[in-house]
Nanobody, 120 residues
Framework: QVQLVESGGGLVQPGGSLRLSCAAS????????MGWYRQAPGKQRELVAT???????NYADSVKGRFTISRDNAKNTVYLQMNSLTPEDTAVYYC??????????????WGQGTQVTVSS
């Protein structure tokens, strides 16, 4: 059994910052890509950023230069530092990871989501 647990969401004013964390736990052998997605009300879930185990990262154009994804492989944890937040960043943010488990197979896992609200 694998779990992804997110933390760090909340309410922030425009121009502010938040840092999201997501820790993977359970029957894990190794983790390949980890990432963050978001879903705003009435919209489809979209990619925010991903990072491979070696550290190479990919960002959505809408967050480039404002958000930074990082990971701590020893802790099976991925982070998303979000700066210069705007109301358009308001969404539920979901953690995602591609994990090789002790069942000797790859699986794609999602966290439960954490709400980020940018409002004055």
């Amino acid at each position: 059994q694998v779990q992804l647990v997110e933390s760090g969401g909340g309410l922030v004013q425009p121009g502010g910052s938040l840092r999201l964390s997501c820790a993977a736990s359970g029957s894990i052998v190794s983790i390949n890509a980890m990432g963050w997605y978001r879903q705003a009300p009435g919209k489809q879930r979209e990619l925010v950023a991903t990072i491979r185990s070696g550290g190479s990262a990919n960002y959505a154009d809408s967050v480039k230069g404002r958000f930074t994804i990082s990971r701590d492989n020893a802790k099976n944890t991925v982070y998303l530092q979000m700066n210069s937040l705007t109301p358009e960043d308001t969404a539920v943010y979901y953690c995602n990871a591609n994990i090789y488990g002790t069942n000797w197979s790859w699986g794609n896992y999602w966290g439960q989501g954490t709400q980020v609200t940018v409002s004055s």
